[in-house]
């Protein structure tokens, strides 16, 4: 069974950091791209960042582009959002998410709660 | 950016009914086009991929088609566990953008 389990969400202040992991489980990590999606309370799904297998190719929304990087250790079977520079409008449930066949987001972790204020 | 739009954005139905709504991408995407599922305090659900191959585990009731730019899903007999808001998302390019949802509602 796949098993996505986000963790590092929490309170933060404007400005200041946080990093976000992903532990996976349940299928060969290395054979997937990953992505994060967003979904702030109350609101709609906003994709995020994607990175492929091997970590060589990498997108990012506009909206966190230059502030947000994506990341990967296929050894540990972890991926992870680095994000700086927190507004108050990036407070939302983070999603880490497997990529399946047409690049469809196959299966989601539970989520974890970034606030920033 | 690829632009994603959805309509109606509420859908009022009843058990029974067939419902289908649609989603509308600013320039062609192919049939790179993915539908979501999500209940209230619940995590989304693939449903639907590449415009109309059904995601392991779905109920045949669901149906998707389209390709180039304009899209639908529908439900052929909505059962009471259907009413929740549902989600395109084109995986053409990046970046991958969702449209804003269509929540269907008793």
């Known amino acids: 069974e796949v098993r996505l389990v986000e963790s590092g969400g929490g309170l933060v202040q404007p400005g200041r950091s946080l990093r976000l992991s992903c532990a996976t489980s349940g299928f060969i990590f290395d054979n997937y791209a990953m992505h994060w999606v967003r979904q702030a309370p109350g609101k709609g799904l906003e994709w995020l960042s994607g990175?492929?297998?091997?970590?060589?190719?990498?997108g990012y929304a506009d909206s966190v582009k230059g502030r947000f990087v994506i990341s990967r250790d296929n050894a540990t079977r972890s991926l992870f959002l680095q994000m700086t520079g927190l507004r108050p409008d990036d407070t939302a449930l983070y999603y880490c998410?497997?990529?399946?066949?047409?690049?469809?987001?196959?299966?989601w972790g539970q989520g974890t709660l970034v606030t920033v204020s | 950016d690829i632009q994603m739009t959805q309509s109606p954005p509420t859908l009022s139905a009843s058990v029974g009914d067939r419902v289908t709504f649609t989603c509308r991408a600013s320039q062609s995407i192919s049939s790179y086009l993915n539908w979501y599922q999500q209940k209230p305090g619940q995590v989304p659900k693939l449903l639907i991929y590449a415009a109309s191959s059904l995601q392991s585990g779905v109920p045949s009731r669901f149906s998707g088609r389209g390709s180039g730019t304009d899209f639908t899903l529908t439900i052929s007999s909505l059962q009471f566990e259907d009413f929740a808001t549902y989600y395109c998302?084109?995986?053409?390019?990046?970046?991958?953008?969702f449209g804003p949802g269509t929540t269907v509602e008793i």
């Open positions: 990175i492929n297998w091997q970590g060589g190719d990498i």
């Open positions: 998410v497997q990529v399946g066949r047409a690049a469809a987001l196959k299966s």
């Open positions: 998302q084109q995986s053409y390019s990046l970046p991958f953008t």
